[in-house]
């Protein structure tokens, strides 16, 4: 890959600016969810080892410019320090003679945490004199925000190009994730892509027919698909009006040598609820009254057996009402399977977005797939071949 990691920056006495992403939830003054803080720590421990003095910037919810005290980072200190297991100082400010003078007490063994990047209105501009005056701070430019690097923003993108810049643990890790998924990947390759609207995923279905060998589609996208192939849906959540669309995608998969997996048969209730009566019929049996919730065990049959086949996955959307039991029981059962071939070797398992992180939590399945992404959007724009400004700043 065309760019650098921590291995190969010179880090002893250095202050390094590191664009991290510790957007957590917060009640009341205390961090619910730690999990984004935890993956920074590598990152950080690394640069202290080394002899390096981190200082972390980040933003923190949507202040929209405004000095918003509620969304101050101030509050995540004491979750830092027990983290990173060393002192975390805090400057009220991410420039200026504050943040200047916060970088100079710095002591080795310590860590500076400085102020929500977005209560400036021109971080989110990209603005380059804010980057300037970042830069300023460092003598070496970390970017561990894998989730952040779809935006161009100051501290993404214009502060990268300003330093020696490299990647950080968890954006490496994220990287050669990706990179193995799509880039390079061991053939077959198979993609999950399940959720509610095709509308929402025509680029990154566009993008994956011509780079995979199986697409399989599921939740209330697989509708749709089964609207354009003739198939009476019933009530089931689906876009009628993208049925063309769904149609040239299916033609040109198989122009392409993709071969799409739509469900076989289907498991169908007449109300959108936990444990609400329902029965499994083949997927042209939809009553008028039916509401499709779930694929089958024969389409789960298929699904496996195609995991079985492959030598790559990536993973992003559930393949029914998840949330509801027990129309959760077609992700959970695909799920568990991909994490068996994962564990004995056989295959390499990528996923991410919000709803398949929480499907693959809830099955069990997650901690034997080999990468799991937080990263939300920029995961999904990675993977319709989107070029990110953040990764593509440290490509310099």
């Not at 803080?37 to 690394?46: D, G, M």
């Not at 709803?355 to 809830?362: H, I, P, Q, S, Y």
């Given at each position: 890959m065309s760019w650098k990691t921590l291995d190969d920056m010179d880090l002893g006495g250095k202050r390094v600016l590191v664009r991290v992403d510790i957007n957590v939830p917060v009640v009341d003054g205390t961090v619910t969810d730690a999990t984004r803080?935890?993956?920074?720590?590598?990152?950080?421990?690394?640069i202290l080892a080394a002899g390096g003095k981190p200082i972390l910037l980040a933003h923190f919810g949507r202040p929209g410019g405004e000095r918003r005290e509620n969304l101050s980072l101030k509050q995540l200190v004491p979750t830092l320090e027990g983290a990173f297991g060393a002192p975390v100082l805090?400057?009220?400010?991410?420039?200026?003679?504050?943040?200047e003078l916060a970088t100079e007490a710095l002591q080795p063994g310590q860590v500076l945490l400085l102020e929500n990047t977005r209560f400036h209105a021109a971080e989110t501009k990209n603005d380059a004199d804010l980057a300037a005056g970042m830069a300023k701070l460092g003598d070496v430019y970390c970017n561990d925000a894998f989730s952040a690097a779809h935006r161009a923003h100051s501290s993404t993108?214009?502060?990268?190009?300003?330093?020696?810049?490299?990647?950080?643990?968890?954006?490496?890790?994220e990287l050669e994730a990706l990179e193995g998924a799509l880039g390079a990947p061991k053939r077959p390759v198979t993609a999950v892509v399940g959720g509610a609207k095709v509308s929402t995923k025509l680029e990154l279905l566009g993008n994956l027919i011509n780079k995979v060998d199986y697409l399989v589609i599921g939740g209330g996208m697989a509708n749709t698909f089964l609207v354009a192939q003739g198939i009476n849906v019933g009530k089931s959540l689906?876009?009628?009006?993208?049925?063309?669309?769904?149609?040239?995608?299916?033609?040109?998969?198989?122009?392409?040598?993709?071969?799409?997996?739509l469900p076989k048969d289907?498991?169908?209730?007449?109300?959108f609820e936990a444990h609400a009566p329902h029965q499994t019929l083949p997927t042209d049996?939809?009553?008028?009254?039916?509401?499709?919730?779930d694929a089958g065990p024969e389409s789960v049959a298929v699904i496996t057996d195609i995991f079985s086949k492959s030598q790559t996955l990536i993973w992003n959307g559930p393949l029914g009402a998840f949330e509801l039991e027990p129309f959760d029981a077609a992700t959970n059962a695909a799920a568990l399977?991909?994490?068996?071939?994962?564990?004995?070797?056989?295959?390499?398992?990528?996923?991410?977005?919000?709803?398949?992180?929480?499907?693959?939590?809830?099955?069990?399945a997650a901690h034997d797939f080999s990468y799991i992404s937080t990263a939300g959007g920029a995961f999904l724009e990675w993977m319709e071949g989107k070029t990110l400004p953040g990764v593509a700043a440290l490509e310099q």
């Open positions: 803080i935890e993956r920074i720590v590598p990152t950080v421990r690394h805090f400057a009220a400010d991410c420039v200026g003679t504050e943040a993108e214009a502060l990268a190009r300003l330093l020696p810049a490299c990647a950080g643990r968890l954006m490496q890790a689906a876009e009628r009006d993208m049925q063309g669309t769904a149609a040239e995608i299916l033609a040109k998969a198989e122009n392409s040598g993709c071969t799409i997996v289907i498991v169908v209730a007449q109300k049996q939809c009553p008028e009254d039916g509401m499709i919730l399977k991909a994490a068996d071939l994962t564990r004995s070797g056989q295959l390499v398992s990528v996923a991410g977005g919000g709803d398949t992180v929480a499907a693959l939590n809830a099955s069990g």
